[in-house]
């Protein structure tokens, strides 16, 4: 009799220890269901973009863009490609086109140069590399990528990136190559708006600058992909914002800010008040949550971007994607340029809320 307890308490016993083994294997939060095998989500900055201040052919411009964009990301996914490559030359399609603020397009700083940022994080490895205030690399996220997989180090700012970004055979542009009317015009009109302003604008918590600045840094741009491997990528890029004052830098490359990545929860792009978002750790707080609160990619990004960045006085958003592939484009401002394409190839592009 003694000896029957004794097996039956053994059966239960291992079956509890297989059913454990199982759950620390799978990190994955248990209400989100396979979706994609692969899958691919970009943005093209957040703010106050209305339908009423954006004419046919604008609009038209933006959409084809970010179709463009995000087609390149995905034939690389479907042919088996990584998710880092999917990333990079996704982004490297929206730093070429002069709409958005990256690249190409990046806004001024107070001081009429452009400025640089940009990062990216290998959701498998957790390696990352970004790049500050550059001024002569065309593709920033080309030089972040490089940092991360040609030196020992994570970020690298200013001269010496753009040094490093030369001696590795990237492509060198003089800084005159990102004058586009469009943002000398922005900065010019931010500028002029401070000198008839009275309050004192050399702090940047004045009223002035709370009211205004938000409205003068659309299109800073990101991706986050998940390849067929399982492995989840996420970049970003931008000019940061319109007059920054000398060496400012922006929550675009600093990794759990604006960028992150991790095959155990999701991968996301941030896009929106960097000073808010640094101080808000966004990026990372959306995979914490799903990490150590069993949030799904949803929840965590709702919690994230209403609740904790606008308590503390920012706004933005991000877009993500969990290892599942459940996509998420998450703002609470009047709107952010977006795209996000499935395995099946369905495309859903969108810029206002919905
Ligand atoms: N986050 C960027 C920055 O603060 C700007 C943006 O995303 O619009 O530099």
Same mark, same amino acid.
């Given at each position: 009799?003694?000896?029957?307890?004794?097996?039956?308490?053994?059966?239960?016993?291992?079956?509890?220890?297989?059913?454990?083994?199982?759950?620390?294997?799978?990190?994955?939060?248990?209400?989100?269901?396979?979706?994609?095998?692969?899958?691919?989500?970009?943005?093209?900055?957040?703010?106050?973009?209305?339908?009423?201040?954006?004419?046919?052919?604008?609009?038209?411009?933006?959409?084809?863009?970010?179709?463009?964009?995000?087609?390149?990301?995905?034939?690389?996914?479907?042919?088996?490609?990584?998710?880092?490559?999917?990333?990079?030359?996704?982004?490297?399609?929206?730093?070429?086109?002069?709409?958005?603020?990256?690249?190409?397009?990046?806004?001024? #700083?107070?001081?009429? !140069? =452009?400025?640089?940022?940009?990062? /990216?994080? @290998?959701?498998?490895?957790?390696? %990352? &590399?970004?790049? +500050?205030?550059?001024?002569?690399?065309?593709?920033?996220?080309?030089?972040?990528?490089?940092?991360?997989?040609?030196?020992?180090?994570?970020?690298?700012?200013?001269?010496?990136?753009?040094?490093?970004?030369?001696?590795?055979?990237?492509?060198?542009?003089?800084?005159?190559?990102?004058?586009?009317?469009?943002?000398?015009?922005?900065?010019?009109?931010?500028?002029?708006?401070?000198?008839?302003?009275?309050?004192?604008?050399?702090?940047?918590?004045?009223?002035?600058?709370?009211?205004?600045?938000?409205?003068?840094?659309?299109?800073?741009?990101?991706?986050?992909?998940?390849?067929?491997?399982?492995?989840?990528?996420?970049?970003?890029? #931008?000019?940061?914002? !319109? =007059?920054?004052?000398?060496?400012? /830098?922006? @929550?675009?490359?600093?990794?759990? %800010? &604006?960028?992150? +990545?991790?095959?155990?929860?999701?991968?996301?792009?941030?896009?929106?008040?960097?000073?808010?978002?640094?101080?808000?750790?966004?990026?990372?707080?959306?995979?914490?949550?799903?990490?150590?609160?069993?949030?799904?990619?949803?929840?965590?990004?709702?919690?994230?971007?209403?609740?904790?960045?606008?308590?503390?006085?920012?706004?933005?958003?991000?877009?993500?994607?969990?290892?599942?592939?459940?996509?998420?484009?998450?703002?609470?401002?009047?709107?952010?340029?977006?795209?996000?394409?499935?395995?099946?190839?369905?495309?859903?592009?969108?810029?206002?809320?919905?």
């Amino acid at each position: 009799m003694a000896n029957s307890f004794r097996l039956i308490f053994l059966i239960l016993f291992c079956f509890n220890c297989g059913e454990q083994v199982q759950k620390q294997q799978d990190n994955t939060p248990v209400s989100e269901a396979k979706q994609n095998s692969f899958a691919i989500i970009i943005h093209g900055g957040a703010g106050t973009i209305l339908k009423e201040n954006m004419t046919p052919e604008l609009e038209k411009a933006y959409k084809s863009k970010l179709e463009e964009a995000i087609r390149v990301g995905h034939s690389i996914l479907k042919q088996g490609g990584s998710s880092l490559d999917a990333v990079q030359k996704t982004i490297n399609v929206l730093e070429d086109s002069p709409l958005f603020n990256a690249g190409k397009g990046a806004v001024f #700083t107070n001081t009429e !140069t =452009n400025e640089l940022d940009a990062s /990216i994080m @290998d959701g498998k490895t957790l390696n %990352a &590399g970004a790049s +500050a205030g550059t001024t002569t690399v065309k593709n920033p996220i080309d030089l972040a990528r490089l940092i991360m997989e040609q030196s020992p180090h994570v970020m690298m700012s200013g001269e010496g990136a753009d040094r490093f970004a030369k001696e590795h055979g990237l492509d060198i542009v003089d800084p005159s190559y990102f004058y586009t009317e469009r943002r000398y015009n922005a900065l010019k009109r931010i500028q002029e708006k401070e000198t008839n302003s009275t309050i004192d604008t050399t702090s940047v918590s004045v009223n002035f600058y709370d009211s205004d600045i938000k409205n003068f840094k659309f299109g800073t741009v990101g991706c986050a992909a998940l390849d067929t491997h399982g492995n989840l990528a996420a970049g970003t890029s #931008t000019g940061g914002m !319109t =007059n920054k004052r000398y060496g400012r /830098i922006g @929550d675009s490359p600093i990794i759990g %800010a &604006g960028t992150y +990545a991790n095959n155990n929860s999701c991968a996301v792009s941030s896009t929106g008040w960097g000073e808010y978002f640094i101080r808000a750790m966004v990026a990372y707080d959306i995979s914490a949550l799903m990490q150590y609160k069993s949030l799904t990619l949803k929840e965590a990004a709702q919690e994230v971007i209403q609740n904790k960045v606008p308590e503390l006085g920012g706004d933005g958003g991000i877009i993500a994607i969990d290892n599942n592939g459940n996509m998420v484009a998450e703002f609470n401002t009047a709107g952010m340029y977006r795209a996000q394409m499935n395995a099946e190839g369905d495309l859903k592009i969108g810029i206002y809320k919905d």
